[in-house]
């Protein structure tokens, strides 16, 4: 059974870091692109990251130079390296796994991340 | 960057009603578009990939159609278990990968 879960979300100040966590078990990690999705509280859903088998990676605007988006394939696991983080980073991240080029088939349950003062 | 668009934001249809959501991107994604449901407080499902493509498992009440620019998800029949807030997504170009903004689907 494929299964996604993340950790490491929290509360943190304005200006400051988190390190989100994926871990996936029951498929082949290596041979899929992953990525991070956000959704702020009652809104709708905004792409934050991929990463691609070869270890490429892709941000939108709003996060490229502030978020980094690594893999570990010989332990399963998906980061996110969050630095410089705003009160409009506040949302549910989730996981989310693709074949290469494809669409993401499977979800994690996500984790929250609060940036408040 | 793709701008994605939906309609109706939200609607409310009775059980059994065929309920169709549309979908526009701002430039040409071919077949780059899939459909996503999301329940409340849950991760989002995969139900229609690049465009027309029923994802294993979905029922098939659930359909897609369309290419270009101009997209349409179909329920044929709906039930009391699709409430939910459908969401489109196109991938033809990365980055960004885009979504629309949601169609809250409630039942009458």
């Known amino acids: 059974e494929v299964q996604l879960v993340e950790s490491g979300g929290g509360l943190v100040q304005p200006g400051g870091s988190l390190r989100l966590s994926c871990a996936a078990s029951g498929f082949t990690f290596s041979s899929y692109d992953m990525h991070w999705v956000r959704q702020a509280t009652g809104k709708g859903l905004e792409w934050v990251s991929a990463i691609g088998t070869a270890g490429d990676t892709y941000y939108p605007g709003s996060v490229k130079g502030r978020f980094t988006i690594s893999r570990e394939n010989a332990k399963n696991s998906l980061y996110l390296q969050m630095n410089s983080l705003r009160a409009g980073d506040t949302a549910v991240y989730y996981c989310?796994?693709?074949?290469?080029?494809?669409?993401?088939?499977?979800w994690g349950q996500g984790t929250l991340v609060t940036v408040s003062s | 960057d793709i701008q994605m668009t939906q309609s109706p934001s939200s609607l409310s249809a009775s059980v059994g009603d065929r309920v169709t959501i549309t979908c526009q991107a701002s430039?040409?994604?071919?077949?780059?578009l899939n459909w996503y449901q999301q329940k409340p407080g849950k991760a989002p499902k995969l139900l229609i990939y690049d465009a027309s493509n029923l994802e294993t498992g979905v029922p098939s009440r659930f359909s897609g159609s369309g290419s270009g620019t101009d997209f349409t998800f179909t329920i044929s029949s709906l039930q009391p278990e699709d409430i939910a807030t459908y969401y489109c997504q196109q991938y033809d170009n990365l980055p960004p990968i885009t979504f629309g903004p949601g169609t809250k689907v409630d039942i009458k």
């Open positions: 430039q040409d994604i071919s077949n780059y």
């Open positions: 989310a796994r693709s074949t290469p080029g494809g669409p993401s088939d499977y």
